[in-house]
């Protein structure tokens, strides 16, 4: 298939900058595939469309204040670190600004508390550094770090908190998985009160989420790893879903890609863990998911691949400029979509 079937235009005032000051007051989509009819509602009515008996399953993945600032030792210069991945304890993989400046052997320094050596690079260009501290990692992160905002966000998140959802738990992912930012607890109360279950999974969202695909044919893109933990208990929770005839609804890709690869690997849900680069574009069988929530794609991504495989290339596409027409607000601090 072809890339450029994927891509459709849209104006930078389309882009969301901030959040919404109220989480589930954003607009809200309702994409019937069986109707093959459009609805435009505000989140807070995703209630409406959960019947009892039906499953949420929700990404408690936590967003690290990855991006780092520091210099070389008796330098001033100011250097730039993105962690993407924790390879051992002490030693990740890391983006790095300016390059020329991150030679095997040089020391940065971020803080009094923090410092590290580049020991190893990748294929890619990446750096493997080695962090050297006394303490808790995530404590003094969260101290010096500052939050990896998507590029196309460039205006100044005042509140770090509106980039994690209600339910973050497990720190690890570089980007939030946005689909969950819609939710607030009084809603997920009233889904509760409601028969409506909650399933938690975890992805550790990287930064390939926004790696654009610049292959002609979508079939020859490489996908990027992400590492996923699904436990007993909530493997049994969507299982007795499926089981009963009830929904499974994945709200986010990240819920998509994990509950399919799982499924996929083992013929159906169980606890897992492991690292997924699953595809998902039109031709795809799905074995779990029947509903999912979530946002407004970026043009030619893996994400608008994935929602069409769930649907329909042109239906996606026509809703998209649907959501023009009503000015929903796109990616990731924007508007919502379920498609069911």
């Known amino acids: 298939m072809d890339t450029k079937d994927f891509d459709y235009e849209l104006d930078h005032s389309f882009i969301a900058q901030h959040p919404e000051d109220k989480r589930s007051e954003s607009k809200l989509m309702i994409l019937d595939r069986k109707n093959e009819t459009i609805e435009h509602k505000r989140f807070y ?19 690290i204040p990855a991006r780092l600032f520091g210099h070389r030792k008796d330098k001033k210069e100011a250097l730039e670190v993105f962690l993407l991945t924790n390879i051992e304890e002490k030693k990740w ?13 040089s020391e940065i320094i971020f803080d009094e508390k923090l410092k590290a050596e580049v020991i190893d690079i990748t294929e890619e260009g990446h750096r493997i550094l080695e962090m050297k501290y006394d303490g808790i990692f995530n404590e003094i992160l969260n101290e010096i770090g500052n939050v990896p905002l998507p590029p196309y966000i460039t205006e100044r998140l005042e509140d770090k908190s509106k980039y994690q959802t209600v339910y973050a738990k497990h720190d690890g992912s570089v980007a939030a998985p946005t689909a969950g930012l819609h939710f607030t607890t009084q809603l997920l109360q009233q889904i509760k009160d409601k ?16 790696k654009p695909v610049n292959d ?23 299982n007795e879903a499926k089981n009963k005839g009830n929904r499974v609804i994945a ?34 069988n799905f074995k779990t998911v029947d509903a999912m929530i979530t946002n ?25 400029e649907e959501a023009k027409r009503n000015n929903y607000r796109f990616f990731s601090f924007g508007d919502a979509m379920l498609i069911k």
């Open 251 to 284: 709200v986010g890709t990240t819920s998509v890609r994990t509950l399919e690869s799982i499924s996929r690997k083992y013929g159906k849900v169980q606890a897992d863990s492991d690292w997924t680069d699953i595809f998902i574009y039109p031709g795809f």
């Open 216 to 238: 002609e044919k979508i079939e020859e893109h490489k996908m990027h790893s992400e590492y996923y933990i699904l436990d007993k208990e909530n493997a049994e929770t969507i």
């Open 93 to 105: 993989e890391c983006l790095v600004k300016p390059g020329r400046k991150f030679k095997i052997g």
């Open 296 to 320: 407004f794609h970026l043009p030619k991504s893996t994400l608008i691949m994935l929602i069409s495989s769930f649907y329909n290339r042109e239906r996606i596409l026509e809703a998209y």
């Open 195 to 210: 028969g409506i279950k909650l399933a938690y999974l975890t992805l550790h969202v990287g930064l390939g989420t926004f």
């Open 45 to 63: 009515d995703i209630i409406d469309y959960l019947n009892e008996g039906d499953v949420l399953v929700v990404n408690n993945s936590k967003v």
